[in-house]
Structure formats: C-alpha cells, structure tokens
C-alpha cells in the first residue's frame, strides 16, 4: 500500500503539476531521504560515486600512472608508478605537464587535471611536458592502460621488524600484501598497520585473514534477515606463524575490524593502538540500471568469538553517529557491559564486545602538540610545494649518488638554511615552537625523501622519527615476551 501511494504522488506529479518536471531528481531526493532514515551506512549511490566504488574496490583504473600536485597553477608530477605508460615513457618526478591532447591545462582543478589523464583503457593520449635541463617542451604519446591501485601504501624493515602498512581492502591485496612480506626477507616479527584504513572487498579481507589462521579457523561470520553464514579458512596454500603486532584507530572500519577482530579472537597476535571504528554492517551494492545505485544493509558482522562489530546507533541519526566522540576515548573510561565481554578462543582472555575493536595495548597519540599554523600549512600541501622548488635547485638523481641508501639519506640528510626559508614562505610564517620545527625538519626530510627514493621512503622516515604510535608498536613487536604475555593473560 505504502510503494502504491508513492507511485500515485509521481503519477499526479507527471500528470497534472502545473509545470513540466523532470523526475529524475525528485526520485533521487527521494531515494536519499528514504535511506537517511534507515542505519547510517546504507546510502544512494549516484554515477560518480558508483564508478568511485568500483575503482576503489578493484583496485585499478585506466590511466597513465602518475601522483601529481598542482604547484603555482601547474601541474607537477609528484611520482611515477613503476611499469606504469609514463614509466614506460620516460616521465621523471618534478616534470611540468602542460597540455593534455593540446588542452592546456595550467590553472584547472586537480579533478579535472584527473578526468583528462583517465579514460578508457589503452585510449591514446598526447601530452605536453616542460623539464628541468631541456630548452623547450617535450611531446609525449601514450596508451593508457589499467593502472593498480597497490593497496601496500609502505613497507620496509627495522632491524628484525617488519612494517608493512594497508591503505584499503581492494581485491588484490592478499597478492600485494605477500609480495611486499616476502621482500622484508628474514624478519623475527612483523606489524601491520591499519590506521586509517576504512575497508573495502570482505574477500580481499577474508583472504589476508587467512594466511594469519590455520585452516577451518573462523574468520567472520555474517547475520541477516534469514540466513547466517560463517566465513573460514578454506586451505593451508600459506600459513604465516611471524608474530605479529597489528595497528588500529578510530578511523579502522569494515574489513580492517574483521581482520583484527580475527586477530584478536584467535590470540594470533597483539592488537594496539584506538579502539577502531566500528563499523559492522554488510552493504550490497544493488545496480539501478541507469548508472547509478544503492548501498543498502543486509546483515551484520560477528567476530569468531560472537562479538558484533558495529557500534550503537539511532535509525536516521547518521549525523550523531559519525560524530560520536567516545570511540576516540581510552579503553578504560568507555563503561562495559559485562554481557558483553566475550572471550577468546586460545587463551580465554577478555575481549570487548559494543563495536568496534577494543586493542590490546592502548596507545595514546597525545604527545604531538603542533601549532595551528603549522597544521594549516600541512594541510595546505606546503611541504610537497616546498621541495618541489627545491628540487627544482637540487637535481634528486645527484641526492641519490650521495645518499645511495634510504638509511644513509635519514641519518645523514639535514633540511639546510635554504630549504627552511622555501618552507617559511609557502607557510607564511617563521614563528614556530621547539615541536613545530622538529616536525617541519622531519616532514622536508620525507618528502624529499619520497620525491628522490619513492613513496615508501616517505612512511619510512616519518614512522621511526615522528610516529610515536609505530614506535611504541616496534618495542612491542621486538619484545617476545611482552607480546607472549598479552596473548596468554586472563
């Protein structure tokens, strides 16, 4: 009775409103406010956000390979990505693209710069490219092809440690993921960082899950209207035993909480960090025929030891809910429920149900009191504008002949006199605390750093000499008998 009624106001609406209206959009207002009224992750999905959604989830897109920044109306390639058209091309970190298929493009918007570089996979492109040592600009032809997203955003090694760090859940993350292991060579431990990370595929996080557990371990079960399903591990094809230290905040979700949830359950390994998000509820994606979509939940996640990932909610309180402050709170000022605290399946220690993923070992991130401004300027993308001139003085291939290595360059490198005063005037500023200019020297030290090694050398740099989280994690994931004594206590 209810969908006829809906359907009778468009049919007035069409048949006799006093002016012609398209009814596409009032639909559509429709549609979001219905879905608003439900739990705060089921949501209208229109064309853009349901190509984004695909793209994330695959974990790839058609397009040349390249990070860029728009720096003074232009744009700069930040880095390259290896096996990539323009790697292929020749296409070098600081060089200046100036058109694209004879489209100029100095003082466009970065998403448009992006609509032009992306298309249909290998689609043809010319561009234009003005670099350092050449007296006029060079013209490029490329094929775009479909470029992987790695959801691996860093990895290396501290001494016996191994980091590695996990953007999001796209498809092919369990083949990242071990590739990226198998590199850190012969490591006594290992951390896997998960800060920030809001989920993706429940595939991409059943399979990393997997090689953690032995096989017919419960990984996640799922709860809907009629019908439960558990989710285990399948084969023993790869089953790490490296002890293991996984990294989680307020901003984990999704996958990122089945994989720790797991973890956790299982006394696989130590969990530090914030209580993470607590998202919990299974979306599908249900196509609309016209491009568009919904996201609308189906069921509920449960963690191996029958916790209910997703935190409290109020049906349409999705504002609130995102903005709840409580899961930014330590651990033991969040009241329990003692019906809900389960245990885990090895030890029988006390895990934490409510929603979300109560660590092991809490860590605060307090300590970092940086200034306003200087926040402003960081968020201003000032240090990536700032080496970009000065690597526009300083050729990043002669950095790399003094400092062959990542950790010759971090021990040895210094931000001088003349990379301080380029900062100083992107930032507007010269006034800072004792704390501010540590950050400021660490921060030009890593995105040097990125621009001379890559990328990874920029987690690198700023995780052993800033991130008071991921050093907190390494004395955990070096200490045998503190990580043995967490997994066993009761």
């Given at each position: 009775?209810?969908?006829?009624?809906?359907?009778?106001?468009?049919?007035?609406?069409?048949?006799?409103?006093?002016?012609?209206?398209?009814?596409?959009?009032?639909?559509?207002?429709?549609?979001?406010?219905?879905?608003?009224?439900?739990?705060?992750?089921?949501?209208?999905?229109?064309?853009?956000?349901?190509?984004?959604?695909?793209?994330?989830?695959?974990?790839?897109?058609?397009?040349?390979?390249?990070?860029?920044?728009?720096?003074?109306?232009?744009?700069?390639?930040?880095?390259?990505?290896?096996?990539?058209?323009?790697?292929?091309?020749?296409?070098?970190?600081?060089?200046?693209?100036?058109?694209?298929?004879?489209?100029?493009?100095?003082?466009?918007?970065?998403?448009?710069?992006?609509?032009?570089?992306?298309?249909?996979?290998?689609?043809?492109?010319?561009?234009?490219?003005?670099?350092?040592?050449?007296?006029?600009?060079?013209?490029?032809?490329?094929?775009?092809?479909?470029?992987?997203?790695?959801?691996?955003?860093?990895?290396?090694?501290?001494?016996?440690?191994?980091?590695?760090?996990?953007?999001?859940?796209?498809?092919?993350?369990?083949?990242?993921?071990?590739?990226?292991?198998?590199?850190?060579?012969?490591?006594?431990?290992?951390?896997?960082?998960?800060?920030?990370?809001?989920?993706?595929?429940?595939?991409?996080?059943?399979?990393?899950?997997?090689?953690?557990?032995?096989?017919?371990?419960?990984?996640?079960?799922?709860?809907?209207?009629?019908?439960?399903?558990?989710?285990?591990?399948?084969?023993?094809?790869?089953?790490?035993?490296?002890?293991?230290?996984?990294?989680?905040?307020?901003?984990?979700?999704?996958?990122?909480?089945?994989?720790?949830?797991?973890?956790?359950?299982?006394?696989?390994?130590?969990?530090?960090?914030?209580?993470?998000?607590?998202?919990?509820?299974?979306?599908?994606?249900?196509?609309?025929?016209?491009?568009?979509?919904?996201?609308?939940?189906?069921?509920?996640?449960?963690?191996?030891?029958?916790?209910?990932?997703?935190?409290?909610?109020?049906?349409?309180?999705?504002?609130?809910?995102?903005?709840?402050?409580?899961?930014?709170?330590?651990?033991?000022?969040?009241?329990y429920d003692s019906k809900l605290i389960f245990r885990t399946l090895h030890s029988g220690r006390k895990v934490y149900g409510g929603g979300g993923i109560t660590p092991d070992i809490y860590i605060s991130t307090d300590s970092i009191k940086l200034s306003a401004s200087l926040?402003?300027?960081?968020?201003?993308?000032?240090?990536?504008?700032?080496?970009?001139?000065?690597?526009?003085?300083?050729?990043?291939?002669?950095?790399?002949?003094?400092?062959?290595?990542?950790?010759?360059?971090?021990?040895?490198?210094?931000?001088?006199?003349?990379?301080?005063?380029?900062?100083?005037?992107?930032?507007?500023?010269?006034?800072?605390?004792?704390?501010?200019?540590?950050?400021?020297?660490?921060?030009?030290?890593?995105?040097?750093?990125?621009?001379?090694?890559?990328?990874?050398?920029?987690?690198?740099?700023?995780?052993?000499?800033?991130?008071?989280?991921?050093?907190?994690?390494?004395?955990?994931?070096?200490?045998?008998?503190?990580?043995?004594?967490?997994?066993?206590?009761?």
């Amino acid at each position: 009775q209810q969908i006829q009624k809906l359907n009778f106001v468009y049919q007035q609406i069409r048949n006799n409103y006093v002016d012609d209206v398209p009814l596409e959009p009032l639909v559509e207002e429709a549609i979001k406010a219905t879905l608003k009224e439900l739990d705060p992750h089921s949501q209208y999905l229109d064309r853009e956000a349901m190509e984004s959604l695909s793209r994330r989830l695959s974990g790839e897109y058609a397009g040349i390979g390249i990070r860029f920044l728009m720096h003074k109306d232009t744009l700069v390639v930040r880095s390259v990505i290896p096996s990539s058209p323009a790697h292929k091309a020749g296409i070098l970190p600081n060089d200046r693209i100036i058109s694209v298929d004879n489209q100029t493009i100095t003082g466009i918007t970065s998403d448009s710069v992006a609509t032009l570089l992306r298309g249909n996979n290998d689609s043809r492109l010319s561009i234009r490219v003005v670099r350092r040592g050449k007296s006029s600009p060079v013209n490029i032809n490329l094929r775009r092809t479909n470029i992987e997203q790695s959801a691996v955003s860093a990895s290396y090694r501290i001494g016996d440690v191994g980091y590695i760090a996990i953007s999001a859940f796209s498809k092919p993350l369990a083949n990242e993921f071990y590739a990226a292991y198998k590199n850190l060579g012969d490591i006594k431990s290992l951390i896997l960082d998960l800060r920030n990370n809001g989920g993706g595929a429940l595939t991409a996080a059943i399979d990393l899950t997997s090689m953690f557990l032995k096989k017919g371990e419960l990984i996640v079960s799922t709860e809907g209207r009629d019908a439960k399903h558990d989710f285990c591990k399948t084969q023993d094809r790869i089953s790490l035993t490296i002890p293991l230290v996984v990294i989680i905040n307020e901003n984990s979700a999704s996958a990122s909480e089945i994989f720790a949830g797991a973890i956790q359950d299982h006394d696989r390994g130590v969990v530090v960090g914030h209580t993470s998000f607590g998202k919990g509820l299974v979306q599908k994606v249900i196509d609309l025929k016209d491009g568009t979509g919904i996201s609308l939940t189906i069921a509920r996640y449960k963690t191996p030891s029958g916790r209910t990932i997703q935190r409290p909610y109020k049906m349409g309180k999705g504002e609130e809910y995102m903005q709840d402050s409580l899961r930014y709170a330590h651990p033991d000022s969040i009241p329990y429920d003692s019906k809900l605290i389960f245990r885990t399946l090895h030890s029988g220690r006390k895990v934490y149900g409510g929603g979300g993923i109560t660590p092991d070992i809490y860590i605060s991130t307090d300590s970092i009191k940086l200034s306003a401004s200087l926040i402003d300027a960081y968020n201003s993308a000032a240090f990536e504008h700032t080496v970009i001139d000065y690597c526009d003085m300083v050729n990043p291939d002669k950095l790399k002949e003094l400092y062959p290595t990542i950790e010759e360059f971090n021990t040895r490198f210094m931000a001088d006199a003349e990379l301080l005063d380029i900062f100083y005037l992107w930032a507007g500023n010269t006034e800072f605390s004792d704390t501010d200019n540590r950050f400021i020297r660490t921060m030009l030290k890593t995105v040097v750093a990125e621009m001379v090694y890559g990328e990874n050398a920029r987690h690198y740099i700023y995780g052993i000499g800033f991130d008071h989280t991921l050093q907190q994690s390494i004395s955990i994931a070096a200490n045998e008998e503190l990580m043995h004594k967490y997994l066993t206590q009761h």
